[in-house]
């Protein structure tokens, strides 16, 4: 029985290591862009110009990305902006303040 033995160069093991290692950065490149940001509701209510309990409610209602780590709840940054972005304000949301009419005596 003939044994064969494969014997590879080191300089293409190098090659063949470095591609991978190249692979591998290029998938990594790819999940830190993807990476979303996530604000504390302090910072989402300073970066937005809203009130703390307002981000609060927004991330408790589910009506923006938000999860929690401990006891912090972190909202999603895009999410919030999504948000503020599908708002609109028609003139049947206002309320009507019909001015009281007074006697003068």
Known sequence: MIIKKFVIPVKEITNIY???EKIIMNENVKTIE???VMLGIK???KNFGIA???ARQLALQ???KATRAGKKILINQQSVADYFNSCTLSTTDIAVVKPIPFIIR
């Open 52 to 54: 703390e309990h307002h």
């Open 62 to 64: 589910g009506l923006v």
């Open 43 to 45: 910072e989402t209510a």
């Open 34 to 36: 993807n990476i979303p």
């Open 18 to 20: 470095n591609e991978k």
